[in-house]
T-cell receptor, first 111, second 115 residues
Framework: RKEVEQDPGPFNVPEGATVAFNCTYS??????FFWYRQDCRKEPKLLMS???SGNEDGRFTAQLNRASQYISLLIRDSKLSDSATYLC????????????FGSGTRLLVRP | ETGVTQTPRHLVMGMTNKKSLKCEQH?????MYWYKQSAKKPLELMFV???????ENNSVPSRFSPECPNSSHLFLHLHTLQPEDSALYLC??????????????FGPGTRLTVL
């Protein structure tokens, strides 16, 4: 089983739609989680950090379910500019310097 | 955004060349990282420096040699690379390494092609 698993997508949604991505992680002791956004041929950019049960920032909501070992990212009122790959990231309990990256979920928002 | 800068942005080199990648962070962070991102693969951590001391070396071949002269600068020296080393090389920095609050910020990357 991969340490961090994501549905690769692509998720193809119309503008204004609500879309949710799930991410599962294997180490139940993991304490902190992050969502990064990566545009094509660009660097990952931190979107949101999750240290407790969840976090919300405008149209973006992250929720953590420790019992089931998954994190979700909900995007409301999708914009064309939301089109990107969303990376789920989990801290490595064996080395707190190390973050474990998922392969990403690709989102395409169409007009 | 100029928090973390990398040069060069693109590099094409032959297998016998020696080149270096440079990273500079302007965020006052304590740790710096090198990652490799190959097509359709997750980011792979290569090296971590915390307070200029190497704390992680993820079984990276010796043809990659990192150098961290101070907390703001990080280099990756390359020699006798293989075509499979072609990838996007990303530098990152963070304020609180070794803690759960390890938010990392990335530079734009160097896209490396080895012929």
């Amino acid at each position: 089983r991969k340490e961090v698993e994501q549905d690769p997508g692509p998720f193809n949604v119309p503008e204004g739609a609500t879309v949710a991505f799930n991410c599962t992680y294997s180490n139940s002791a993991s304490q902190s989680f992050f969502w990064y956004r990566q545009d094509c041929r660009k660097e990952p950019k931190l979107l949101m950090s999750v240290y407790s049960s969840g976090n919300e920032d405008g149209r973006f909501t992250a929720q953590l379910n420790r019992a089931s070992q998954y994190i979700s990212l909900l995007i409301r009122d999708s914009k064309l500019s939301d089109s990107a790959t969303y990376l789920c990231v989990v801290n490595d309990m064996d080395s707190s310097y190390k973050l474990i990256f998922g392969s990403g979920t690709r989102l395409l928002v169409r007009p | 955004e100029t928090g973390v800068t990398q040069t060069p942005r693109h590099l094409v080199m032959g297998m016998t060349n020696k080149k270096s990648l440079k990273c500079e962070q302007h965020l006052g962070h304590n740790a710096m990282y090198w990652y490799k991102q190959s097509a359709k693969k997750p980011l792979e951590l290569m090296f971590v420096y915390s307070l200029e001391e190497r704390v992680e070396n993820n079984s990276v071949p010796s043809r990659f040699s990192p150098e961290c002269p101070n907390s703001s600068h990080l280099f990756l020296h390359l020699h006798t690379l293989q075509p499979e080393d072609s990838a996007l090389y990303l530098c990152a920095s963070s304020q609180d390494p070794g803690t759960e609050y390890n938010e990392q910020f990335f530079g734009p990357g160097t896209r490396l092609t080895v012929l």
